[in-house]
């Protein structure tokens, strides 16, 4: 297949393709790709964890919630803003 006057194997034009289409997903949706793969730099100790729910009413994105007693982060709702970490009397939420 030719491409700008070059000669390439059609692997190469489809994962070139591929690429552009990731690229303006990622500017359309307005996330870097980046971003969108869930990074999550908060997890919440479940031995330090006293369940008070503190980190629950405080987080704005609804990105914590109970389970089996103790508290987790939903990597794809949270935002990294650290409010949990700063509200909890424990310090359970911990940046990694």
Known sequence: MTFY???????VIDALF???????ENFY????YSERIYKMTYIITADECIAC?????????GAISEMNGTYVIDAAKCQDCGAC????????PKKI
């Open 85 to 92: 970490a700063d509200v909890c009397p424990v310090g359970a």
């Open 5 to 11: 006057g070059k000669v390439y194997d059609k692997r």
């Open 53 to 61: 729910g503190a980190c629950e009413a405080e987080c704005p994105e």
């Open 18 to 24: 591929f690429c552009a289409i990731l690229k303006f």
């Open 29 to 32: 949706f307005g996330r870097p």
